[in-house]
């Protein structure tokens, strides 16, 4: 049956016959899609002739099939056929447009691509019949905006979209539109058509170098300046902003060659920041040109390259003058003066000098740091004078150069250090120095005893040494003798008939400039296996003081006279006279006659009687002790409270002080005189106080 039909409805389709019908009567009937199934009651057919009618028009592209099956039977059910497949096909109708899969199709090429350079694929369905003239499509460009030149093509059966021109260029249009069609029936005329819109974006590739704005570019910095931006240098590129392909890449191609000057790139510009990095000098360079290149952080397409190198350009700085202190060039200036000159020797100094004058003229020097304080600098000319004479072997480090630090000042106060180095030229002026004072020889395995020496001046007056004996005893001469080693050292050796003893022997050691010393070495001859057994045992024989021993000794005795000074002088001014304090009456005296100590007594060890006090109260100390006889005579002893020095002691002696007791525990040692003394001084004051008590 046809897509689409418009009838008549019903419409007769054909008629189903059974060949039982010529001997029974037969009635037919339907089943299956389209009867009694979904789409219902689209087919019919007449139970008695069987005849097959559809009742509305089928859409091939929903139900392209209706599988039936008729019956065939007689009236009381007998089936008088076997059931019959009845397919129904529908014949499609070009009744479906072409369909783009995208409504918006979205591409990228890029500039400067070349010819033929597949840009995308477009694709459309049609719901007709495959493989039939409804669903062959064919694709074409109905139109491009902008409109000129055509730059693009598509495959009329693959709908790949290729470019057929290489005037791609972004800078001058970075997007086409494209208006795609398809057309079924192999694109004849009649055929339906579908439409899509296909957006093409250029992509920028380098293709547009660099360019200066102008050739040549001027500017100025002040000399000594330096970290500092002196010129921006723009520059125009067309390629995409902000990508590899516009983004500078600036450098000095002449002219820098001592490193004074770095140029950068600033990222939000594309300028090129040229700066100072090293302090130009106006007397040396006023002025530089440089040469300077750019190009961009991503590499030109191959057809650019081509025909473009890099873009340049000329840059003239000029130096600007400025008023600057001294310069003291180089850093380190070199003299050469020989050790031992005489003081006052004059020689050339430390050379300063004004970069405007390229002279001296007005400058002062003045000596920072000197090691050893041998040179003294003129203030005016920088001329060195030796105040002491130089000693090469004195200098520290040893061989190397002598460092004076300069400082060199202008009429302005600005001012410039440098070191003046000072090279001292050796001079014969030491005689080598045998290094052994002592020398130990075990006769029972050593023959001989090797001596060397050394000398501190330069090599070229040193060693080979030579060494002899020095105005030798007959003794000596016949015992020892004294041959070569190497240039430095000499061998001592002995007849076998030579005594176990000590010997001094001397030796002369004398440089090849002439320059000699003689050294008395003493040597020992020792019955020993190894020279350690005889020096200990030289020292087990004797002990020997040093000179810090005798200084400590001879200290200490001076110490002890003095101490024995001072107590003669005590004693001897203890006997002039006894002074007994005005207020000795305010005391309280106890007369005791008892011969041994009392309770409250402690008895040391050297004779003398210590006294406690235990009941003190305020300034007033109460029962001081007990009179003991001492060689007949009766002798009191006193504390009082307040503080009272008994300058001497007639029955003992000795100097005491009685300390204040302010209540406590008090030691202290009784000063004694005899009763007789203490009555005579003391009877006459107590009678007074009494008389003043009654009264008060």
Known sequence: MQENSLGPFPLFLQQVQSDSAQNYTVFYSLSGRGVDQEPLNLFFIERDTGNLYCT????????????????????????????????????????????????????????????????????????????????????????????????????????VITTISHYLDREVVDRYTLIMKVQDMDGQFFGLMGTSTCIITVKDANDNAPTFRQNAYETSVEENTYNVEILRIPIEDKDLVNTDNWRANFTILKGNENGYFKISTDQATNEGILCVV????????????????????????????????????????HVRDQDEGPECSPAVQYVRIKENSAVGSKMNGYKAYDPETKNSNGLRFKKLHDPKGWIKINETSGFVTLSKILDREAAAPQNELYNITVLAIDQDGRSCTGTLAVNIEDVNDNAPEILQDYVVICKQKMAYADISARDPDEPIYGAPFHFSLAKPSSEVNKIWTLSKVNDTAARLSYQKNAQLREYTVPITVKDRGGQSATKVLRVKL?????????????????????????????????????????????VVSTRKGKQFPEDLAQQNLIISNTEAPGDDRVCSANGFTSQTANNCSQRFCGTVGSGIRNGGQETIEMMKGGHQTLDSCRSAGHHHTLDPCRGGHVETENCRYSYSEWHNFTQPRLGEESIRGHTG
């Not at 008088?80 to 447009?97: Q, R, S, Y």
């Not at 995308?120 to 905006?145: F, S």
């Not at 020993?528 to 024989?541: K, L, M, Y």
Request: overall charge negative; glycine content about 6%; proline content about 6%.
């Open 56 to 159: 509305r028009p089928v859409d091939r592209e929903e139900y392209d099939v209706f599988d039936l099956i008729a019956y065939a039977s007689t009236a009381d059910g007998y089936s008088a056929d076997l059931p019959l497949p009845l397919p129904i096909k529908v014949e499609d109708e070009n009744d479906n447009h072409p369909i783009f899969t995208e409504a918006i199709y979205n591409f990228e090429v890029l500039e400067s691509s070349r010819l033929g350079t597949t840009v995308g694929v477009v694709c459309a369905t049609d719901r007709d019949e495959p493989d039939t003239m409804h669903t062959r499509l064919k694709y074409g460009i109905l139109e491009q905006t902008p409109r000129s030149p055509g730059l693009f093509s598509v495959h009329p059966s693959t709908g």
């Open 278 to 317: 090293k302090p130009l000098n106006y007397e040396e360079n006023r002025q530089v040109v440089l040469e300077i290149g750019v190009n961009n952080e991503a590499p030109f397409t191959r057809e650019v390259t081509r025909v473009t190198s890099m873009n340049r350009a000329l840059v003239t700085i």
């Open 526 to 570: 020792c019955d020993c296996s190894h020279p350690g057994q005889c020096v200990s045992t030289a020292r087990s024989a004797g002990v020997v003081l040093g000179k810090w021993a005798i200084l400590a000794i001879l200290l200490g005795i001076a110490l002890l006279l003095s101490v024995l000074l001072t107590l003669v002088c005590g």
